[in-house]
């Protein structure tokens, strides 16, 4: 015990903050232009759940299910695997969550999920903007640069923060099963990058926290 107690979260770790930084510029490289998809897909989700209208839920999970498979694919197989063995068993979990969002795609009936003016509404879409226009800007502002900016969609972090907003706007018992994984998420990689060292690691699993207490919210 005692010699387990002389370690620290950061010698766990299989690569230095400037390999994992430069994990994001090669993988921006690879994947552009899909962002340009991936910002469009983003304001499409705030627009579908804005002005809903019958099928926007349908639309609005596909979107997300697509994104979560695509992340799994070309972040976590072609990408996070080059540096970290576990992203081999992450994979499909991550898209295992988009699988699930397809078959929520599939079963949707109602305009769901719907943004209304209550404090849970609120902090739900502000999680979302934050997923969806926030996280491009966390990397420069943190330090790195621009060229290792997260987008919603090519990313797991933004596209997690992204999902539990969305899933704190919608409603029925489905919701708390796809929330499970994105919230999963968001603590691995808060503990990754606090052991990292970068000043962001807190966003992702304090954006967590904000998207369950709306959800729970909406629950009552």
């Given at each position: 015990?005692?010699v387990?107690?002389?370690?620290s979260?950061?010698?766990?770790?299989?690569?230095?903050p400037?390999?994992?930084?430069?994990?994001?510029?090669?993988h921006?490289?690879?994947?552009?232009?899909?962002?340009?998809?991936?910002v469009?897909?983003?304001?499409?989700?705030?627009?579908?759940?804005?002005?809903?209208r019958a099928?926007?839920?349908?639309?609005?999970?596909?979107?997300?299910?697509?994104?979560?498979?695509?992340?799994a694919?070309?972040?976590?197989?072609?990408?996070?695997?080059?540096?970290?063995?576990?992203?081999?068993?992450?994979?499909?979990?991550?898209?295992?969550?988009?699988?699930?969002?397809?078959?929520l795609?599939?079963?949707?009936?109602?305009p769901?999920p719907?943004?209304?003016?209550?404090?849970?509404?609120?902090t739900?879409?502000?999680v979302?903007?934050?997923?969806?226009l926030?996280y491009?800007?966390?990397?420069?502002?943190?330090?790195?640069?621009?060229?290792?900016?997260e987008?919603?969609?090519?990313?797991?972090?933004?596209?997690a923060?992204?999902?539990?907003?969305?899933?704190a706007?919608?409603?029925?018992?489905?919701r708390?099963?796809?929330?499970?994984?994105?919230?999963?998420?968001?603590?691995?990689?808060?503990l990754?990058?606090?052991?990292?060292?970068w000043?962001?690691?807190?966003?992702?699993?304090?954006a967590?926290?904000?998207?369950?207490?709306?959800?729970?919210?909406?629950?009552?």
């Open positions: 015990m005692a387990l107690s002389s370690y979260l950061s010698d766990f770790l299989l690569f230095a400037r390999v994992y930084e430069r994990l994001f510029e090669l921006n490289d690879a994947m552009w232009p899909a962002h340009c998809v991936a469009l897909s983003g304001f499409a989700i705030i627009s579908f759940v804005i002005r809903t099928w926007s839920g349908r639309v609005v999970y596909a979107v997300l299910g697509i994104a979560w498979l695509v992340v694919w070309a972040f976590f197989l072609r990408r996070y695997q080059t540096i970290n063995w576990a992203a081999d068993y992450v994979a499909p979990v991550i898209a295992s969550e988009g699988v699930l969002l397809l078959v795609a599939v079963l949707a009936r109602a769901d719907i943004f209304r003016r209550t404090s849970a509404g609120v739900a879409m502000a979302l903007l934050v997923g969806l926030g491009p800007l966390i990397a420069p502002l943190s330090g790195r640069s621009w060229h290792s900016a987008f919603f969609g090519l990313t797991p972090d933004p596209t923060v992204v999902t539990l907003a969305v899933m706007l919608s409603s029925g018992a489905a708390w099963m796809a929330i499970l994984i994105p919230t999963a998420w968001c603590i691995v990689t808060g990754t990058l606090w052991a990292l060292s000043p962001d690691f807190f966003v992702a699993p304090l967590a926290a904000l998207a369950l207490g709306a959800a729970v919210e909406k629950s009552r």
